[in-house]
Structures are given as structure tokens and as C-alpha cells.
């Protein structure tokens, strides 16, 4: 692990690399010394920017994309983000990526505030989970992947410049749980004993649910690590992971609702509820089917 060139790259301060050398360590011991080559890479090639918003940060490295699905006002109220782009040419008739730009962004950082410490630990792990064959190429059909979460977009060739449009985005709640997740662990594992990831409660408390009392912790963790969603076909039917998944992205809607609506206590006595609902009846109906399927297959 060279850091030195990785601070020179990216002409990150000097006193960066103990921070970095830190959680590097961590997420190798963390996630597998087997997935060190590519936390290496992931780190080595992305650009972090500290204390900027995530609008601002976007914009000025030509990557700000809004759509359907994901909006300027989530992006306003975001905290940090992990994003990519992909080049891609026409050539022969076929769609090439030549390279993909990545960047994380952390509104305000502080290397001693656990707080923003986990915001930029929540946006690697997106990062990680997302850097190992990221894109799939077919036809005209792009796709891109982070953890569990897929996004379909469909290519276009006009005068020469490639245009994407998003045309689907699955299991968003489902991945922001894991890592949301992922975040909390690993920040009392290594930076802070009583850390509490804020935001997403919802989904976290459903995955954490999962992934305390099913008892496939590892193998759940190391399957959204790998984009292998084969693990969950061994506890239910296509149709009922469409649901779970479902599930997780309505948990998940609620959630960012309670962010939008922190000072609005109608609506969010509102939102609570219906979150409830979906946590302790849809979520756990299913959760007991994959138990019990679990049970059969010991
Ligand atoms: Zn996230």
C-alpha cells in the first residue's frame, strides 16, 4: 500500500496519510484480506473532496446528473455522495468505455468528529462495493452495479456523443442498508465505541435485523460485497425477493421523507407510522420465511 502515492495524486495534505493509513487497515481487516487488491485500487482511484457540497463538488467535475430518480433537492440535503462516470464512444456500432471518473464527496469534514468520519466511511463503502466490475456493457443497455443495487440506463448515439438516460433503478433500500450497515460497524469497530449511524434508520435497523439473527452474517456481507444475489434465492422465490426488495425501497422513501420533514411533526408522525408498518409487518412476514427456510435447509 503506497499512500504516499495516493497523497500525491490527489495532492491530498500531508497529514491525511495516518487518517488514511488507518482506515485502510480497517477495511482490509474488515471486509477480507482477499479484497485488499481492490480496496488498494478503489481508494487509488478516486477523488475525495472535503467540505464542499455535494451539488457544488459534482458541478465543478462535470459529473452532476439529475433525473426521475434522483433529485437536486436530494443531492442539496446529502450529506456526502459516492459517484461515478463513465466515457463512453461509439464505435463500429458498438458502445466502448474508455474510462469511468470517480469521486466522493464529504460536505464537512473533520478527521476528529466521528460524525463526518462515518458520512466518508458510508461513501467508500458504496465506493468498494461498486469498484469491481461496476459496468456491464450490452447493446445499447448499460448497467451499474454497488453491492445489490443495479442502475439500467439506455445509450444513445447523438453527433458523435454518447447520452445516457436512467431507466430503472433496483433494490436502492435494500444496498442503502447494508451499507448503512456496514457504517455503523465499522465506525465502532474502529473510530468510535458509541457511534450511531443517523438518517436511514429504517433500512438499517431491518438489515441489521437480518444480519445479527439470521445467522449468515458473513456470507450476506461477502454476497453484497461480490454483486451476488444468489444467497437470497436460496431463502426465497423470485417473487418474494421482488417484494423484499420493494419493501426496503419503501422503508427507505420513509426514511429520506423524515429527513425532508424533521420541522413538519404531522407528517412525520405520519411517516413513522407507515414506516412502522412496513418494518414490523411487511419486512418481518418475509424475514420469517427466510428464517424458516433457513431452518430447513440446516
Ligand atoms: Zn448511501
Redesign the pocket.
Known sequence: MDFQKIVDRWLYPKDFIPFLKKVYDGLVDYLGKEHERVIYEAILNTKFVFNKSVVDALTDEDMLEVNDMISYGDLQRSSGVYESLPSISFINGEYQIQQVKRIVVVKSFDQNHSSSVGTFI?ELG?LIKGYYQEYELDGDILKKRSGFMVETYQLKEDKGEVKRTLIAKENTGLE?GF?SYFEEEFMKKYFDSHYEALGYGGIRISVAQMLDKLGMKEELIEADLEKDFSIFLRLMEDEELKDLSSIFDRIYECDLGLIKNMMNKEVYEQIVKQRNELIFKDYLALYNKMKEKRNRGL
Open positions: 458510508h458504496h442503502e451499507n
